[in-house]
């Protein structure tokens, strides 16, 4: 009798297997602009430790987080239990310490080391914070933009590389006309020798690559991401990604223009160098970072920006009524995380509130966010796993 109460059973598990298929086909073949998502919370990492941490990094097996505190620069290790193995900070002076400032969060490097990008070069640390070596450029490194909380960095095989500036600069400056005709936008770092390599120069057919014209060196800061077997580049207002191969850092083997709906983008100048500019000149249309995704897309985070007469006329309002400058700017000025498949852009991610603004991209199903610290009021640390759900 059991054995045939599941074979009553079997068309209905039939049917609802088929259901599904038909759903999930169905949701394939709507463009994912008409397509819904939002970060779902599944899970989370608690720590005890009474401040704003920050996750920067996890290492690839999964069991080991990084964490920092970006009031003190202090930075965390801890386990997936959430327990803290260790905590150092190295911003200062003196032989293994970083000065001034990092240039965007630290990474592991392996399981074993930490690599920190800061102004005068790459620092790197054990997991319990002893200074093990490090690299400096040849040349003064300098940045156009820094984003202390999105990382920025790719290690590939037995290279490093980050978009350093600078190289250039005692010969053209750190913009202008010829400064965009003969400046690469990233570094390889190599681990074996210590060399520093110039590479992408600016692609033929960006915008950027011209001699005619002078854009904002903020506007195009460098963003890059990768696979296995490629680099992926962006420009942060420029709606496109740029795909090389790790054997061809000169030569885009993919180009894909971004169809947002809408992104400001900013008029060049015709002088030798930009000069002098104002906040209206770099509230524009930006790529904050990008994520290529398991599913042959990319998770990018955006702004739409303001046009120059939206600028005027929402900023006029700071002073006078904050309420409805906040409310028209965030309402005018779209951001946040959508997803692009090389054809079409998402609408929007929804999330919770409980989400913050940064998170550690490692696969559609997991997705690490800091949490929107507005709205957290506890005596220890937490971080949110999440994944992205179709609604």
């Avoid at 990604?241 to 100048?269: H, M, R, V, W």
């Avoid at 500019?277 to 970072?289: P, S």
């Avoid at 696969?363 to 759900?389: C, G, H, M, Q």
Wanted: proline share 6%.
């Amino acid at each position: 009798m059991k054995n045939l109460s599941h074979l009553y059973l079997l068309p209905f598990v039939l049917s609802t297997i088929a259901c599904s298929g038909e759903k999930e086909e169905n949701k394939t073949s709507t463009p994912l602009a008409e397509q819904d998502f939002e970060f779902e919370i599944y899970d989370s990492l608690l720590v005890d430790y009474l401040g704003n941490l920050f996750l920067a990094d996890i290492t690839e097996d999964g069991k080991t987080f990084l964490l920092i505190d970006q009031r003190s620069d202090t930075l965390f290790v801890a386990n997936r239990e959430g327990t803290i193995l260790s905590k150092f900070k190295r911003l200062g002076d003196g032989p293994g310490f970083y000065q001034s400032s990092r240039l965007g969060p630290p990474s592991f490097l392996s399981s074993k080391e930490i690599i920190v990008p800061a102004f005068r070069g790459f620092y790197l640390y054990s997991l319990s914070g002893e200074p093990t070596r490090s690299f400096l450029p040849e040349f003064t490194p300098s940045i156009s933009f820094i984003d202390a909380y999105n990382n920025n960095l790719v290690v590939h095989d037995d290279q490093v590389i980050f978009p350093w500036e600078g190289r250039l600069s005692e010969e053209l400056g750190v913009d202008g006309k010829e400064f965009q005709m003969a400046s690469s936008r990233v570094e390889v770092l190599d681990l074996e020798s210590g060399k520093f390599s110039p590479v992408i120069p600016f692609p033929d057919s960006s915008k950027f690559r011209t001699g005619e014209k002078t854009y904002l060196n903020v506007n195009y800061h460098t963003l890059i991401a990768s696979s296995s077997d490629t680099l992926y580049v962006a420009f942060r207002n420029e709606p496109v990604i740029y795909g090389y191969s790790f054997s061809d850092l000169t030569n885009p083997a993919s180009i894909q223009p971004i169809p947002f709906e809408e992104f400001i983008q900013k008029e060049p100048k015709e002088e030798a160098h930009y000069g002098t500019y104002d906040m209206k000149d770099i509230y524009v249309g930006t790529i904050q970072n990008l994520h290529p995704t398991e599913k042959q897309r990319f998770l990018l985070t955006y702004n739409r920006g303001l046009s120059d007469q939206e600028y005027d006329e929402i900023f006029a309002l700071e002073t006078s009524d904050p309420e409805e400058f906040s409310r028209k700017r965030n309402k005018t000025n779209t951001k946040g995380q959508v997803l692009f498949d090389g054809k079409s852009v998402s609408k929007v991610i929804m999330k919770p509130e409980s989400l913050g603004f940064t998170f550690k991209f490692i696969s559609e199903e997991e997705i690490w966010f800091t949490p929107n610290f507005e709205y957290a009021e506890n005596d220890y640390s937490v971080i949110y796993k999440t994944r992205l759900v179709a609604k």
